[in-house]
T-cell receptor
Framework: GAVVSQHPSRVICKSGTSVKIECRSL??????MFWYRQFPKKSLMLMATSNEGSKATYEQGVEKDKFLINHASLTLSTLTVTSAHPEDSSFYICSARDWTGGRDQPQHFGDGTRLSIL | KQEVTQIPAALSVPEGENLVLNCSFT??????LQWFRQDPGKGLTSLLL?????REQTSGRLNASLDKSSGRSTLYIAASQPGDSATYLCALINDYKLSFGAGTTVTVRA
């Protein structure tokens, strides 16, 4: 089955640090990937849609300059949390969709990244 | 904006009992609906995907139904096992975007 690899799985760093999270589709090409944020006991919130070779589309209320997204290839999207602060601490999950199978293909999710800012 | 509600937030059952998980949504103009499983500290595993033209999907002990007119989906898990303990999330899919419920955390007691 389709596999999405997300790295790192956990990050602990000091306030003011920038953190990069990678999302890779291992056995399929993903022209579009999605980044979500999840708070404890809350639903996943879509942050942005990452499009290969073009700018990401951000959801309302998500700071573009805070959460930088790059989708330079068909198998890799990165999310960089710039100048992270404690309020950015959360669980970040990416997903990717194999578009070759048609419109009804499901999204496949990475294992998530637990970000803790001290 | 699509609102997705999952009740109850948590559920504890003895092993062998059938599980019934509910998902309700406000906007019936959905394309597909997907059920996921999430283990603690992990990402999401897709369980079942129901297309808007379908009324149910089955996979092994899992059965999911979709009633767009009433804005509901139900996930049935037959003969629950301790390994079924996890959080179950439903997501409404419209224009490739997923709107998630907060999930139901299930504990199956041995």
């Amino acid at each position: 089955g389709a596999v999405v690899s997300q790295h790192p799985s956990r990050v602990i760093c000091k306030s003011g640090t920038s953190v990069k999270i990678e999302c890779r589709s291992l056995d399929f090409q993903a022209t579009t990937m999605f980044w979500y944020r999840q708070f404890p006991k809350k639903s996943l919130m879509l942050m942005a849609t990452s499009n290969e070779g073009s700018k990401a589309t951000y959801e309302q209320g998500v700071e573009k300059d805070k959460f930088l997204i790059n989708h330079a290839s068909l198998t890799l999207s990165t999310l960089t949390v710039t100048s992270a602060h404690p309020e950015d601490s959360s669980f970040y999950i990416c997903s990717a969709r194999d578009w070759t199978g048609g419109r009804d293909q499901p999204q496949h999710f990475g294992d998530g990244t637990r970000l803790s800012i001290l | 904006k699509q609102e997705v509600t999952q009740i109850p937030a948590a559920l504890s059952v003895p092993e062998g009992e059938n599980l019934v998980l509910n998902c309700s949504f406000t906007d019936s103009a959905i394309y597909n609906l997907q059920w996921f499983r999430q283990d603690p500290g992990k990402g999401l595993t897709s369980l079942l995907l129901i297309q808007s033209s379908q009324r149910e999907q089955t996979s092994g002990r899992l059965n999911a139904s979709l009633d767009k007119s009433s804005g509901r989906s139900t996930l049935y898990i037959a003969a629950s096992q301790p390994g079924d303990s996890a959080t179950y999330l439903c997501a409404l899919i419209n224009d490739y975007k997923l709107s998630f419920g907060a999930g139901t955390t299930v504990t199956v007691r041995a």
